[in-house]
């Protein structure tokens, strides 16, 4: 096991490799420098002046060499400084991270709360008129697009009738809140994202719990478990949901990328300090070294996200185990 | 460990992943009980009728450096304006009055400006303000190593002088009139940013300064929070606090002022009419913003050579009705390169009357003729051109439309083109591979455009891409830059208004108006020619109105 680990670590290296290569290329061919949104059209910005600044970011020289440059840092762990505001990037991430964690995390665990139910019900009901009554809920709640939701219910349930802040993640006067209220109120400002993302992300997770359910109840062991005269509610959630969970764990392992990467259209709706804006105005501003590291960590969770899910896989499964 | 059931094991799976949110540096978005006190409901001040409350202001964008010799960005701008001082500032009428300088002096017909600096004027940290400050933040603003875009106003500088901490000379190569201007520039603290790199320094996130406010916290993309300066030289500011929030859509931000959770916002045309509901809690306020649309022709195309063809084409574009469909009436029809706001402004300079008649005559004397399909042509060729403009303004886009539909009822055939910005000004304006244009132009509140028109403007990346030259108006940029005295200065600028309203290589389109709103309990807002914030130091609210009394 612990070789497996490694060999699939080592592995890692050169894709990872590959994949900023990629990253950088595609984004040096996209039009524009990071220069550009600043000194642009500007009357108080000379040409010459735009050149110097050109030179002092290094941007005069090719991508190549650019990338070279950036690799020798990056091998000394040096993400480098953000041409926005000349921070570290790394500290930009970790500034935004938990925020989206949290948003994330939250979403997650009601996901789950509310598709295992609803996809086991499905299975068992299957073709009933709930059935198809919640297979309606859910797809409409993933075809709806998020940001109308969201809008819709910060008229509703922040403006008309007002039980709920609309934007932020904190109110103005949190700092001064003892500890408690100030996770009330945290709390209070997460109910609309969370809702919003579960809800448009329902569909995917509950169609999963009830395919597999379906499958599961077909199996042999199944009828053996009703054949030794077990109770329907102990052959479905003891033998059955068991097992037609397990392929839930590789959902959840595929989706780290997901969590920490955060939602550029939700972040914004909900003005929320997220990971998702970050990447977003980088892009659009070509700060090319806050998007390279937005790139590598997203990179580097999704291929750890892989890993973590396959050994968890082989954990909770017995019959999958490696050679 | 082999009994545990198949859903354990899943809930411990999930607790991994739990875990693993856990490793990551939660305090970083948890707020700590803050340990400024509650201000006690302090007595009036001389120029204060009441003080206390908290002005919450919002932007789309966070800031970058605060720090206004490396900030480029109108959120940085914002903050900067509040917590630094320039030498000099605009007052209501877009004068130049003193701010850290008590008064200066121009000699040696401008080639030498000497500042006598106030004495009573302390940074944010106790440290007394001098002329050294001065002097440090020009060598920044000249040094190759510093990443700022504001050199070129003071690299005319011969060398800055201190002869005492409360003079500063500078020497200038060449007279330069809008340098006066160029010292409304924010002055930094030179014993802050003695020690470390400029451009990377942690001042530039907690900056003292000698402003107003005093700088409290930064939530990166979340709020910017100032607090009063109680010692400031002009008077302690009347509100105690100055939030700046951060919202990046616009719908969001208007949803946030229904719910007074912002007390100003600058609104669009469409949010500015909407149901009177939105603003029950607001005062509206228009003025025209210090900026204009144009449609630049570019002058080394044959057909716009010709400057029949060119007032042919403003006569018949109808600037009002793309007034109505664009700016929803909230704009002017443009005469020229300054706003009405401006004191080079020359309001005798009329509008051409929107006139196809007109217009189609004046291109048949040109010799453009309809042709067999009904467009104009002369000599088999037809007269016709792409108008670009870039993507994301809907202002402009709406605009090319109408031109367009204008144009077609006189003959004239007009592709339009929607480009992403970076590639429309580096492969298409930078290279003047382009027929006509749609852009604007922000406007600083000296008059000098001479980086817009002199003949001299012209090469890669300058900003006179539309290749205009005429000899008088060059003189005329040239002496404007040489002349310190207002008077003269305005008979120059009005005479360029007039030269560039009859040549015509730019159809000035219109001055739009800013929109702000501001909550109602505010009181001292009030409009001029410099805007709207311009005594914002002096903005109050009663006390019994107050809503952040208790929290802040």
Known sequence: MLAYTFKRLLFAIPILFGITLITFGVMHLAPGRPTDALTDMNVKVTAQARQRLIKLYGLDQPWPIQYGRWLKRLSALDFGRSFRDDRPVVSKIAERLPATLLLNGCSLLLILILSIPLGVYSALKRNSVIDKGLSVFVFVGYSVPTFWLALLLMIGVGIKLGWLPISGLHSLDSDEMPRLSQWLDMGRHLVLPVFVMAFTSLAGMSRYVRNEMLEVIHQDYIRAARARGLGESRVIFKHALGNALIPVVTVLGLSLPDMIGGSFIFETIFAYPGMGRLGYEAVMARDYPVIMGVGVIAAALTLLGNLLADLTYAWVDPRVRVR | ?552
């Not at chain 2, 304006?81 to 007052?91: E, H, I, P, Q």
């Not at chain 2, 924010?186 to 406010?213: M, V």
Request: contains cysteine.
């Open chain 2, 1 to 552: 460990m082999r009994s545990r059931s198949a859903i354990g094991r899943f809930l411990a799976a999930s607790a991994l992943y739990a875990g693993l949110m856990q490793l990551v540096n939660w305090p970083a978005i948890i707020c700590h009980a803050s340990a400024y006190p509650l201000p006690l409901a302090a007595p009036p001040s001389a120029s204060c009728p009441s003080i206390g409350d908290t002005y919450v202001d919002t932007s789309i964008g966070d800031a970058s450096f605060l720090n206004p010799v490396l900030a480029t960005d109108s959120a940085s701008g914002d903050i900067n304006n509040l917590v630094f001082n320039g030498l000099l500032k605009y007052d209501k009428d877009l004068n130049l009055v003193g701010s850290l300088a008590e008064s200066w002096q121009v000699k040696k017909r401008g080639l030498r400006i000497i500042f006598k600096l106030r004495r009573d004027v302390r940074w944010h940290d106790g440290e007394p303000f001098t002329a050294k400050d001065v002097e440090f933040t020009y060598r920044k603003l000249t040094d190759p190593s510093v990443r700022t875009p504001y050199g070129a106003d003071f690299s005319l500088i011969e060398k800055v002088e201190t002869p005492d901490p409360l003079t500063v000379v500078v020497i200038y190569k060449e007279p330069f009139a809008p340098a006066l201007e160029s010292w409304t520039m924010g002055i930094l603290p030179e014993h802050i940013f003695k020690t470390g790199d400029f451009n990377s320094h942690p001042a530039n996130r907690h900056p003292i300064g000698t402003g107003p406010y005093k700088f409290f916290e930064w939530k990166t993309d979340e709020k910017i929070v100032l607090k009063e300066n109680p010692d400031y030289f002009e008077g302690r500011p009347c509100l105690d606090r100055y939030i700046y929030r951060i919202i990046p859509d616009q719908a969001v931000q208007f949803l946030e002022l229904r719910q007074q959770g912002i007390d100003s916002m600058t609104l669009t045309p469409d949010q500015y009419k909407a149901y009177p509901e939105f603003f029950e809690h607001y005062r509206k306020f228009r003025y025209p913003a210090f900026m204009y649309s144009y449609l630049g022709f570019n002058l080394k195309k044959n057909i716009f050579k010709d400057r029949r063809v060119r007032l042919a084409i403003a006569q018949a574009i109808d600037k009002e009705e793309i007034i109505k469909g664009v700016l929803l009436g909230f704009g002017k029809a443009a005469t020229g390169p300054f706003p009405p706001g401006s004191w080079a402004f020359d309001a005798t300079v009329k509008d051409l009357p929107y006139d196809p008649a007109a217009a189609r005559k004046l291109l048949s004397d040109a010799g453009w003729t309809p042709g067999p399909d009904g467009w104009l042509q002369k000599e088999g060729q037809p007269l016709e051109f792409t108008l670009m403009t870039n993507q994301g303004n809907k202002l402009r886009e709406l605009s090319s439309q109408i031109i367009q539909n204008h144009l077609a009822r006189i003959g004239i055939r007009v592709k339009l083109k929607v480009l992403e910005w970076s590639s429309f000004i580096h492969d298409y304006i930078d290279k003047k591979d382009f027929d006509a244009v749609i852009l604007g132009w922000s406007l600083g509140r000296d008059p000098d455009q001479y980086t817009i028109w002199h003949s001299h403007q012209t090469g890669e990346g300058q900003y006179n891409f539309i290749s205009y030259a005429n000899p008088e108006v060059d003189r005329l940029l040239e002496a404007g830059r040489r002349t310190y005295d207002r008077k003269a200065r305005e008979k120059i600028y009005k005479k360029i208004h007039r030269l560039l309203a009859e040549d015509l290589p730019y159809i000035f389109l219109y001055y739009p108006e800013a929109l702000p709103v501001i909550h109602h309990r505010f009181q001292g807002p009030e409009v001029a020619a410099a805007g709207i914030g311009w005594n914002f130091r002096e903005w109050y609210v009663p006390q019994s109105l107050q809503r952040y009394r208790l929290a802040f």
